[in-house]
């Protein structure tokens, strides 16, 4: 007979268990065993421990603490399983080994119940490897029944309201969440190893830069003023580079009033790397190598499926400019072009909505790639020398001044990274924020402010330096396979329920 104390139904059943588990709790506390005055248990062996090493410890005593997920066997003797961190491991309780009385209590625990066990570890008939009961010391009553077994917790909604729900009942997130901590891991590893030395910058500013985005607002009740949760944290480290540091990276939080849909959330993660005497070329390398290390090292490989296609991480991405993508995917050729008219016309012939945005050569290029061209990027791919209109804050390419030395990379459609020779001409950036003042004020508020303090850091020096972004949460989603940044996001941001 199996025990798993669900409610067969409605909402009617889960307020009659929830009484009943209280009942229960209190039954305990008037007998002086409140669990919850327990303040320690000494765990000394995990499930996967135990199954790893079974050879050594078959017939040791030990002990083990997690969550009662079943009860089977109703006489006098019980098989439990066992969930903790790394796992779940069967529990073998007998009447005969924790005596009438604590076995009677055994009895009443519920589905759910944490419980620190101590007992011998040996492996049934049957060949499952199993720890037999000694003790059993519940450590935390659980007061509302888990979901049914068999079905578990399917819902996103809820599985993203309640992800510590999801954690219990779902070990395929809490393996995402693994892989997530891995790879950040990675990337610390990765960029140490290259002598980048880890920041902080702050995450509240006076002005809003750095990224082209509608930001946050908060005040400062002290201070009297308004203050701008940051939208990235280029400005900053651009800054630690003049001051002499030649190689800083920042893993931190970002945050933007943005819209919301499978890979976009108001506050995601990025890491933001910079380099002295480098360009966009090095951090293309350093991209390539990143991702396509973290794939070996946690996976096992470089291939790996994402959204219903096969992904291929082998070092050697293609390196495209925006110019031959285009030319490639729609045939015309911006290159052979001069003039913004012919540019425009080029575009909208292709088929590109050119409304709203300005009538320039660079913007119809931006325009032609960005609406026929990235649904074609399904491998990665660089995309190299970006139109200086969308690269505010990118060195001109020496070669063409209409274009920068700029990259963004794309798998399967999806942009990860964004990665610029950095501008470091204070003169030319002055009147590069000048032209993102001029379209704030003309209603653009993602447009980019005037930050007086970095043109003043510059006009010190900067190196020549490449500098990169990358986000987080979109690797962890290649590499866990998942549709959404919501299931890679342990608390993603949602809708109060009304």
């Given at each position: ?34 669990p ?33 997920m079943?009860?089977?066997?109703m006489?006098k003797a ?71 077994k ?90 630690l ?106 575009a909208?012939?292709?088929?590109v ?45 020496p070669?063409?001044?209409r ?96």
């Amino acid at each position: 007979m199996t025990e798993d104390n669900r409610p067969a139904g409605g909402q009617q059943d889960l307020n009659e268990q929830r009484l009943i588990r209280r009942a229960k709790l209190k039954e305990l506390q008037e007998a002086g065993q409140d669990p919850f005055q327990i303040t320690h248990f000494t765990v000394t062996h995990h499930s996967a421990d135990i199954k790893e090493g079974f050879e050594a410890l078959e017939g040791q005593r030990l002990s083990v603490a997690g969550r009662l997920m079943s009860k089977r066997g109703m006489g006098k003797a019980v098989f439990c399983d066992l969930q903790d961190e790394k796992g779940r491991i069967q529990l073998y309780v007998r009447i005969d080994e924790l005596g009438e009385e604590p076995f009677a209590r055994f009895k009443k625990l519920d589905i759910g119940d944490l419980v620190g066990v101590e007992g011998e570890v040996f492996k049934t008939k049957r060949g499952e490897i199993s720890v037999k009961a000694n003790g059993v010391t519940l450590l935390a009553k659980s007061l509302i029944p888990l979901p049914e077994k068999f079905h578990g917790l399917t819902d996103k909604e809820t599985r993203f309201r309640q992800r510590y729900v999801d954690l219990i009942m779902n070990e395929d997130v809490r393996r995402t969440f693994e892989i997530r901590t891995k790879f950040i891991q990675h990337v610390r590893r990765f960029l140490d190893q290259r002598g980048y030395m880890e920041v902080e910058t702050p995450v509240l500013n006076t002005i809003s830069s750095g990224a082209t985005a509608r930001p946050f607002i908060t005040h400062h009740n002290t201070l009297d003023i308004d203050l701008y949760m940051r939208i990235a944290t280029e400005l900053p480290l651009k800054r630690l580079i003049v001051g002499g540091f030649e190689r800083v990276y920042e893993i931190g939080r970002i945050f933007r009033n943005e819209g919301m849909d499978p890979k976009h959330n108001p506050e995601f993660t990025s890491v933001e790397l910079y380099q002295a005497y480098a360009d966009f070329h090095d951090m293309m390398d350093i991209a390539e190598g990143l991702l396509s290390s973290a794939a070996k090292d946690i996976l096992g490989g470089y291939q790996l499926e994402w959204m219903g296609r096969q992904i291929d991480l082998t070092p050697g991405w293609p390196r495209l400019t925006m110019a031959e993508a285009v030319k490639q995917y729609t045939g015309v050729d911006f290159m052979a072009i001069s003039s913004d008219a012919d540019a425009v016309q080029a575009a909208k012939n292709a088929g590109v909505d050119m409304d709203g945005v300005e009538q320039t050569w660079g913007r119809a290029l931006y325009e032609c790639f960005d609406q026929k061209v990235e649904e074609h990027l399904i491998q990665p791919t660089f995309i190299t020398m970006y139109p200086v209109e969308v690269s505010p804050l990118t060195k001109r390419s020496p070669a063409d001044p209409r274009l920068t030395e700029r990259f963004e990379f794309f798998i399967n459609c999806a942009e990860f990274g964004n990665a610029f020779s950095e501008l470091n001409d204070p003169i030319d950036q002055r009147g590069r924020f000048e032209h993102e003042l001029a379209l704030r004020e003309a209603g653009d508020d993602e447009a980019g402010m005037m930050d007086e303090d970095f043109l003043t850091a510059l006009e010190y020096g900067m190196p020549p330096t490449g500098g990169m972004g990358i986000g987080i949460d979109r690797c962890v989603m290649l590499l866990t396979n998942s549709d959404t940044i919501r299931e890679v996001i342990l608390f993603p941001t949602m809708k109060p329920l009304d």
